[in-house]
């Protein structure tokens, strides 16, 4: 990964439970030794906003480190469940760069979200469970980009699927 130019991109399930913060935290931390600066993030409740607090974290020590969020539109909050609400805030008040995708909720705009957020980035991140989901698609639309794809789930099957 190029030290200058570096990008990585976060899709995850919403199910999320943090039981793969210490890879999600190794995985970060790796990939900042080996260049990459600019950490992208939907802003999902799940791995998204988990990533997005590693990033935070690491950026305390780190301060070249940008994270950007990618959100649908701007009341994208209301759909989240009430106790992410203040996790959310803090994130992007300290996000270094916010792009919407709409003024508003349309169909497909989370397609559309997931899409920006995987173009021009040198790695996906992914927690996929390897199911028919918004996170599936995103790592199938990142490999026809051919982006490379990094998944944290654990499981050996989920290794035939990539």
Not at 13 to 18: A, K, L, P, V, W
Not at 142 to 157: P, Y
């Amino acid at each position: 990964m190029n030290r200058e130019s570096g990008i990585v991109a976060f899709s995850g399930h919403r199910s999320y439970d943090d039981s793969g913060g210490d890879a999600l935290r190794e995985a970060i931390a790796s990939l900042y030794a080996a260049g990459a600066r600019e950490f992208r993030v939907g802003m999902a409740e799940g791995f998204d906003l988990a990533a997005a607090l590693v990033v935070l974290e690491l950026r305390n020590r780190q301060p070249d480190i940008r994270l950007v969020a990618y959100i649908p539109y701007p009341n994208f909050r209301a759909r989240l469940s009430k106790e992410c609400h203040t996790l959310y805030d803090t994130i992007l008040e300290q996000a270094d760069q916010v792009h919407y995708i709409a003024q508003e909720y349309r169909h497909g705009i989370y397609y559309e979200r997931n899409k920006a957020l995987v173009d021009g980035a040198d790695l996906v991140v992914a927690w996929w469970n390897g199911s028919r989901s918004g996170t599936g698609q995103t790592v199938r639309y990142a490999r026809k980009q051919h982006i490379a794809t990094r998944n944290l789930f654990e499981s050996q099957q989920l290794e035939l699927l990539l």
